[in-house]
């Protein structure tokens, strides 16, 4: 989705494609807000015949709709995949888990705050926000539950490191990265009871530093 404005549309024909529309959407969306998501306008951007649009989606609400799935294929995938990922203990799962939230990683943190913002204008968003958000709860109490962890125990802690995750997104936290990667070890600690060993600190280090 990233590169898809890259793309002269016209390339693909006149009436661009579904990608491109898209891309355009998302582009508008992230840059004005949800009510800069209108037919003309993004024709206008692409240059593109407000026509053409509805050949590849119906009206605005389906492409408001395919926003919220591309969000959720974005940004919920890459939590559900680290959750699963392998890791010998819980502090190398937990990492796992930070590092998709660190700059460089799958996580886009301006997709995710912008969807949150929109669900503040919309109850239906709302809904899908919190629906996702269970299951991103979800896969962390999973992950807590594979190395032992009680039920209502793994709740909480999923939801600590969650939430931790979330606030620095919805509080726009400025800070400087080589700080946050000191303060790492302790959220780890914080989050699983266990602190890193040297050794899944250097992975961890050497993974995300060639994110």
Same mark, same amino acid.
């Given at each position: ?20 529309? #898209? ?17 003309? &306008? ?25 926003? *919220? ?67 991103? #709860? ?40 080589? #700080?946050? *990667? ?13 602190? &890193?060993?040297?050794?899944? #600190? ?10």
């Amino acid at each position: 989705m990233a590169g898809a404005l890259d793309i002269d549309p016209k390339a693909k024909g006149w009436r661009g494609s579904r990608e491109v529309w #898209l891309a355009a959407a998302r582009e508008a969306f992230l840059d004005s807000g949800i009510d800069a998501v209108k037919i003309q &306008p993004l024709a206008t951007r692409l240059g593109l015949s407000r026509t053409s649009f509805y050949w590849f989606f119906d009206d605005r609400d389906a492409v408001l709709q395919a926003l *919220l799935e591309d969000w959720d294929e974005t940004n919920t995938k890459p939590i559900v995949q680290a959750s699963n990922a392998f890791a010998e203990t819980i502090a190398e799962a937990a990492l796992n888990m930070i590092a998709v939230f660190l700059p460089g990683g799958r996580f886009e943190n301006k997709l995710d705050l912008a969807i949150r913002g929109w669900a503040h204008q919309s109850d239906a968003v709302a809904a899908t926000v919190n629906a996702t958000d269970e299951v991103r #709860l979800s896969a962390l109490r999973a992950m807590f539950e594979r190395f032992g962890y009680p039920a209502g125990e793994s709740d909480v802690r999923a939801r600590t490191m969650y939430l931790v995750q979330i606030g620095y997104i919805s509080m726009q936290v400025q800070e400087d990265l080589d #700080l946050r *990667l000191k303060r790492i070890p302790n959220y780890v600690k914080t989050f699983t009871g266990h602190a &890193p060993t040297q050794s899944e #600190l250097d992975r961890f280090h050497a993974r995300v530093s060639t994110v």
